[in-house]
Every structure is written in C-alpha cells, then in structure tokens.
C-alpha cells in the first residue's frame, strides 16, 4: 500500500513539473513598458512604450526602417500604442499642442523620410490604445495634430530591443529612437 502511494505520488508530482514546464514554453515573453523623461524648461515631459525585439516573429532580423513599404504607419513600440504625456505645451514643428497626452506613431512618407506623428486618441472605450486591431490595421490612420520630421543615422551599436530616449538640449526636447543599427531623430519645443 506505502508502495502504491509512492508511485502515485511521484506520478503526479512528475506530471505537475512537466505541465509548468510545457505552460512556461508555451507563453510569450512579457516585456514591460518602459519609460523615458525629461524636464525642458521646468516642464515635464514622459514618453512610454514597449520594447520589441528586433529579433521577434514581426521582423526576424529585418531593420524596419528599411524594410517598411512606404506608408506603413507603425506604433514605435510593442502592443499598446506609444504614449507621450507633458505638463507643458509642445511646439512640433510649428504646431502647438496643450499640455496632456497624445498617442505617437512613426510614418513612413517616402523612401528615405520618417515622421513622429502625434494623436490626440490614447485610448478606446477606457482601455489603451493597442498597435494593431483586426486584420492587423491601425487603429488610427488620420487625425494626426502634428508631424516630427526625422533624421536617419547609421548607429555606432545594435540594439536588439526598441529604445526611446527623451533628452534636453539647448531648450529643446530631443527624441531618439534607436532599432538596430538604425537611429531616427528629431527635436520639438516645451513651453
């Protein structure tokens, strides 16, 4: 009888430790939302995101901004969209933004010109705003409030994981964006 609950013991224990094992395979990584931020000209300003793998099942490998068709509308992260959050008021490019929120998304307006566009729509029914909805489309497509022009550079390091950086220089918000060996870049004002 001892010997019988034994076996029945170590079977089932057996099968537990392999059901955890197969379940850990089976679930995709979580990786966190990141955060970066800045104080320009005693404003606060934070950009969240998530950080996709370069590496990752959407592009094996392949530097998106390169090969993204023109008119590709991406939401410069993973999962939920990219958020941008001020206490101040933002000059993108001529236009002024109220202070708040504003969802980010990067454009590709032609072979070698990428944009930041800002939108005023963070979230959809309460929840956040995700990348990508049904049959794979954004959920926004116009709207944009304003425009970030981009500069491409060759970076001196690969980064496997998305990085955003928020940083001041000279007055202005500066936006990095580091994917691969790819960085775009490009300033606003805070006020």
């Known amino acids: ?23 850990a395979q089976d679930k995709p990584k979580n990786l966190p939302r990141t955060t970066t931020e800045a104080t320009i000209n005693g404003k606060k300003v ?3 995101y998530g950080r996709p793998s370069i590496n990752g099942p959407a592009l ?3 530097d998106l901004f390169a090969a993204a068709p023109v008119g ?6 993973r999962n939920e969209a990219t958020v ?3 206490t101040g008021k933002l000059d993108v490019d001529g236009k002024v933004l109220e202070p708040g929120k504003y969802s980010l998304w990067a ?5 070698d010109k990428w944009v930041i566009s800002f939108h005023p729509k963070t979230e959809d029914n309460g929840k956040p705003l995700w990348g990508a909805v049904a049959g794979g489309k954004t959920p926004v497509t116009d709207g944009w409030v304003a425009d970030l022009p981009l500069t491409s550079a060759k970076a001196g390091d690969n980064s496997e994981f998305l990085d955003i950086k928020l940083s001041e220089s000279k007055g202005k918000a500066w936006v990095t964006v580091h994917f691969g060996n790819v960085t775009q870049s490009g300033s606003f004002g805070v006020k």
Request: hydrophobic share 50%.
């Open 84 to 86: 941008i959050e001020s």
């Open 107 to 111: 454009r590709r307006l032609n072979d």
């Open 46 to 48: 934070s950009i969240s």
């Open 72 to 77: 590709t509308i991406w939401r410069l992260g």
């Open 1 to 23: 009888m001892n010997t019988r609950r034994l076996t029945l013991s170590i079977t089932v224990l057996a099968l537990l430790v392999g059901a955890i094992v197969v379940g």
């Open 60 to 62: 094996a490998g392949q």
